[in-house]
């Protein structure tokens, strides 16, 4: 049988799994319950495991049992972030998260169940494997940076020897149709840093602003500027995405407070518009403070690189999922997505790629179904056995390429 077709043998528990996360989510770096179900779905089969030290990681290093003509055996690794977020959740199904405030909004669930339905695949097929394979149950991607508390303590190498090769996949709940893949070589998705500034001034009277030192209109300003910045300053053909998502000031009408606050995202697809961004940011700010007599606090703060997909290992994905699924399921990204991953920190030190799965509910409308991170997003379980099998299949090629078998 095909590694598709047997892992619709294995649906009813990959579906359970998902359910079962998705009932209790849990967020950031800790996940205890999520990591004790992980590790009952690994119960019984060949993997060495290793958790983690500082984060409740789940490493496991299936041994391969086939020889291999290459000098090193081949090394595969597979990640799947395991995280929920802070959302209430508003999408009505039956298994809906239990935990008030949180919610698996962006498919985390779906990746951890998909990868440990392909840890089974991969066991029955151990002694056919030239090479090592090592799956990456990573916990924190939503903010916390978890993948490099992995790399840290040597999920790459887990093995014995730095992995060859990495694959990570993530689902969406719009933008295509129900089960397309999409991926695309080079950048795939933009780096992301976080900004945070205080504007310094001076409380008073909110009839006598003469007498103060009034930070909440050049807050207002900054945030005016930084967009005129951005198209002002930057190349349209390489765009920069900055958005405002808090402002902050003040506590009555006729009070000038003493500070403002501003927090915003930026989002570049360059590393030169990146470290362009660095230094143009802080400039503009603190001009603009010091025109108004006052002063501001400005941090930049350096959060997930690009995400850059290897030219040879996505071409080996194109072609893998061509042959499982047909040409009709795969769709080359044309340009990539503002959203961003620490999956980038991985992709950074070994070459790999970055694919995209459509959970979109079969027959809904892809171009307005509410997208991650929404209280209403929904992911379909139809998708979980090709999630799991081509996982299982990207891994057991590339070995199969990398041994010379």
Excluded: W
């Amino acid at each position: 049988m095909t590694l598709a077709a047997d892992a619709k043998e294995l649906q009813g528990d990959i579906v359970r799994l998902r359910h079962d996360l998705h009932r209790e989510p849990e967020i950031g770096l800790q996940l205890p319950r999520t990591q004790e179900k992980v590790l009952k779905a690994l119960d019984g089969l060949p993997y060495e495991i290793t958790l983690g030290k500082e984060t409740t990681s789940v490493t496991a290093v299936l041994r391969g049992g086939a020889a291999h003509a290459s000098a090193e055996k081949p090394v595969v690794l597979l990640r799947a972030d395991m995280d929920g977020l802070p959302v209430q959740e508003n999408t009505g199904v039956d298994y809906t998260s239990r935990v008030d405030g949180a919610m698996h909004a962006c498919g985390h669930d779906l990746h951890t169940s998909m990868l440990a339905g392909a840890a089974t695949l991969l066991a029955e097929r151990r002694e056919q494997l030239a090479g090592d394979v090592i799956l990456m149950f990573q916990p924190g991607e939503e903010g916390f940076d978890g993948a490099s508390y992995m790399i840290k303590e040597g999920v790459l190498d887990a093995a014995g020897r730095r992995a060859d090769t990495a694959y990570g996949m993530h689902v969406f709940s719009s933008l295509e149709p129900h089960g397309q893949f999409v991926t695309k070589p080079g950048v795939m998705l933009s780096s992301s840093d976080g900004l945070v500034v205080t504007v310094l001034g001076a409380g008073g009277h909110g009839s006598a602003p003469n007498t103060a030192k009034d930070p909440v209109t050049a807050a207002a300003e900054m945030v005016t500027a930084l967009q005129v910045m951005v198209t002002r300053q930057f190349n349209m053909f390489d765009p920069v995405v900055l958005t405002v998502g808090v402002l902050h000031a003040g506590t009555k009408r006729n009070v000038i407070p003493e500070t403002a606050r501003i927090e915003a995202t930026i989002r570049t697809f360059s590393e030169e518009s990146r470290r362009k961004m660095m230094k143009a940011v802080p400039r503009l700010l603190q001009g603009i403070a010091a025109a108004h007599g006052l002063e501001a606090d400005v941090h930049y703060q350096e959060e997930y690189p690009l995400t850059i997909n290897n030219d040879d290992e996505t071409a080996t994905a194109e072609k893998v999922i061509a042959g499982m699924f047909g040409e009709s399921r795969y769709t080359r990204m044309a340009t990539p997505l503002s959203g961003s991953e620490d999956f980038s920190r991985v992709l950074a030190e070994v070459p790999g790629t970055f694919v995209g799965l459509s959970a979109v509910a079969p027959g809904a409308d892809h171009t307005t179904s509410p997208f991650n991170h929404s209280t209403y997003a929904t992911f379909d379980d139809g998708v979980l056995t090709d999630g799991a099998a081509l996982y299982a299949e990207l891994a057991v090629s590339r070995i199969a390429t990398l041994s010379g078998n």
